[in-house]
Every structure is written in C-alpha cells, then in structure tokens.
C-alpha cells in the first residue's frame, strides 16, 4: 500500500508564530486540500504527523484542534478524498517525549491503530524535525517550500544544523507540486522544483 505521511502546519495550511489556535486562524495553503483529495483517490493512505505544543502551553483547548481536523476532514471528503488518521503530539519541547517529531513515537502509533507499515512511505514536511523523523523511520523526505521550508532549505544549504544527514531529499515548492509529481510517475526529484 502507497502511503503519504504529512505535517499539518506549514504543509496543509498557513502557519503562524503565534499557533494555529482556532478555526478562524486555520487557513489552507492554495492547492493543498485538492492534493490530499487527489493522493487518496489514486491509492494512497493519508497519514497527518503533527506536533502541537499549544495544547501543553494552554494556547487553545483540544476541542479547537478537533475543530480544525473535522474541517480538514470534510474538506477533504467533499473533494472525493478520505484521510486515514490524524495523530498529534501535545506536548512541549522540554517535557522530552517520544511521540514529537523528531521523535517517531507519532509514527508508531499510527502504524498500530492502522495496521500499516510506514516504512519507506513519502514523509513531506516543512521542517527539520519533519525530516529528521523521516530518517529516523526509513521514510523518504520530502521539503516543501511553503511554511519554515525556505529557512529549513537555507539552513540544510549552509550547513547550520546539526540535524541527521538527510539523503535523497526531494524538494517541491508545495504539497501540489508533491502530489503532481507523484500521480505523475515521473522519478523523484533531489533538487529543487
């Protein structure tokens, strides 16, 4: 089974310094709805990965983040799309847990409660956790531009990180670009596009 694993903020809709706290900050990227819509009807399972520190912060309740996900969720269905699951971690960078992305406990989960494996599954993110959980997991990573992509581009190009080597990383100017490419068939790119 082909399976898409994607960060939310950044990726799917706009993000924000100050947190995605509500429907009324919730604002998808141009193209990104359509391009889940599209993966899941060509065969693809849709797996969201999503770290959401506000929650833990106490920057918005867990019924504002089911909000956004049930929208998310129709938006998508009204498109002929469906996504498999949608899996978050609450917590805070210093409470060091394993399910926060670059940890892969998020991925674990979604593996038991969907019964896949998600080894070797494109992982399309904006950030360098993003691609360090790529790695650490055996999937295949995927920039996109949109969000933190640029500065995370800038900073993987100047060497400013100390992140997991990434190799073979595919980089799209969005999650359009992503899924055109891969309904298309035509081999990954490892540059720009």
């Known amino acids: 089974m082909n399976c898409i694993i994607l ?5 799917i809709n706009e993000d924000s310094p100050d947190y ?4 009324n900050d919730w604002q998808p990227i141009p193209g990104s709805i359509q391009a889940i819509a599209d993966l899941s009807l060509a065969g ?7 770290n959401q520190s506000g929650l833990a912060r106490g920057l ?9 996900h049930a929208r998310l969720h129709q938006l998508v269905a009204a498109k002929g799309g469906n ?10 960078p210093e409470d ?10 998020l991925l674990q989960v979604a593996e038991r409660e969907l019964g896949i494996s998600l080894r070797d599954a494109w992982f399309v993110g904006d ?7 790529a790695a650490a997991f055996g999937c295949k990573p995927v920039l996109v531009k949109t969000g933190r992509g640029v500065a995370t581009l800038e900073a993987l190009h100047a060497g400013h990180t100390h992140s997991t080597q990434v190799n073979s990383l595919c980089i799209y100017d969005d999650l359009a670009a992503v899924a ?7 081999p990954a790119p490892t540059g720009d596009r």
Request: glycine share 8%.
């Open 60 to 68: 918005f309740r867990l019924d504002n983040m089911q909000a956004i």
């Open 7 to 11: 960060d939310r903020d950044g990726v």
């Open 127 to 133: 950030r360098m956790t993003d691609l360090q959980t």
């Open 180 to 186: 055109n490419s891969l309904l298309s068939e035509e």
């Open 44 to 50: 693809f399972l849709i797996v969201i990965a999503t």
């Open 83 to 92: 996504i498999a699951g949608i899996f978050y971690c609450p917590h805070r």
């Open 20 to 23: 995605i706290r509500g429907l």
């Open 96 to 105: 060091d847990c394993n399910c926060r992305k670059p940890g892969v406990g």
